[in-house]
């Protein structure tokens, strides 16, 4: 069970929810909306989890147990993947289309996504002092799996 207070963090949060209140949405919306709060099966993290599993390795998911609860964990490896959007926690590749901060708001956008940048920092830190090591796959590049595959093999071994 996700806590209420987590639901409605995420509800704030995301912009393209706000802007489109439940009343609006049809039943097939809807559901989808609600699939995507209840669960952390965003569309993504599903497509990173079946090229992973592609290719002959097991993981557990959402390590709730480790700093940052990466997506996917590599228990015998003591590695793990985290799935990140480029929005969210601002991919620093400068040719990423997707990191473009709202005009409306821009400084509480700024000093948002710039605290999820120093938290994603703080997280790759502490995992490294628990002798995890981790790879952050960003959702662009999920659009060009043959470039993804050998980095993910690499770091995986
Ligand atoms: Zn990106």
């Known amino acids: 069970m996700i806590a209420p ?4 963090r995420k509800f704030v949060e ?21 699939g995507k709060i209840h669960g952390k099966d965003t569309r993504p993290e599903m497509k990173l989890r079946s090229l992973v599993h592609g290719m002959g390795y097991r993981y557990r998911l959402h390590g709730r147990d480790l700093p940052g609860t990466p997506d996917l964990v590599f228990p015998s490896r003591r590695r793990v993947i985290f799935m990140h959007g480029c929005f969210w926690h601002q991919h620093p590749d400068p040719s990423c289309r997707r990191t473009k901060l709202p005009v409306t708001r821009g400084e509480f956008w700024k000093n948002k996504l710039e605290g999820n940048r120093r938290r994603d920092i703080k997280t790759e830190t502490r995992l490294l002092e ?20 050998p980095r993910i093999c690499e770091f995986l071994g």
């Open 14 to 34: 995301e912009p393209s929810r706000r802007s489109k209140p439940m009343d609006h949405l049809d039943q097939n919306q809807r559901s989808r909306l609600m």
């Open 130 to 149: 628990l002798g995890w090591s981790s790879l952050v796959i960003w959702e662009c590049e999920l659009s060009d799996l043959d470039q993804l595959r």
């Open 5 to 8: 207070s987590r639901l409605v």
